[in-house]
């Protein structure tokens, strides 16, 4: 009980963080906050839907990860937040690679990772690490996701993201 009071306490300051966020502007550059539809995983494969949200007049950082079987049922949820200064691009690379730790914590061997920074799932795809800021985050992430049978990381839209992040045990 305890365990689930702490996600629900975590959960609640990642939204927190999250009200009032935009999030259209990612280290400079517009990005348009279109609506989406969050869709299931193929059979067998675990998708890890994985966000970041900063406030940054009051520094606090908030993270999330909630993981979905095929069938839309919530196998997983970690969420947390604290303050302190932070980078946009810099906390959703370390949300990829908390979605890429839980889901080799739970043994699961085929997992979707995804993101709503293009920007991180793009240096991914293209096993880019070079990045000045994110480079040693990438190539962690790239590294860990060797050791699964099947691990694709793909892009969604912000709205996706809120989609796949609601506490329930229904599909979106």
């Not at 609640?12 to 009032?20: D, F, I, K, L, S």
Request: hydrophobic fraction near 35%; charged fraction near 35%.
């Amino acid at each position: 009980m305890s365990t689930v009071e702490t996600t629900v306490r975590e959960w609640a300051q990642y939204n927190e963080v999250r009200v009032g966020e935009d999030k259209t502007e990612v280290n400079g550059e517009k990005q348009a906050a279109e609506s989406s539809r969050w869709y299931p995983p193929p059979q067998g494969v675990i998708k890890l839907n994985s966000d970041a949200a900063l406030e940054q007049k009051e520094r606090r950082i908030g993270s999330e990860v909630v993981a979905r079987r095929e069938d839309g049922e919530m196998v997983g949820a970690w969420a947390g937040g604290e303050r302190r200064d932070g980078n946009p691009t810099v906390e959703e690379a370390l949300a990829i690679r908390k979605a890429v730790i839980k889901a080799k914590q739970r043994g699961w061997n085929k997992v979707e990772i995804q993101s709503d920074c293009k920007q991180m799932v793009d240096k991914l795809k293209d096993r880019n690490n070079e990045d000045p800021i994110t480079g040693t985050i990438l190539a962690d992430i790239l590294m860990l996701s060797q050791e699964f049978d099947e691990c694709y990381f793909s892009f969604v839209k912000r709205d996706a993201v809120s989609q796949a992040g609601k506490i329930c045990h229904k599909p979106v």
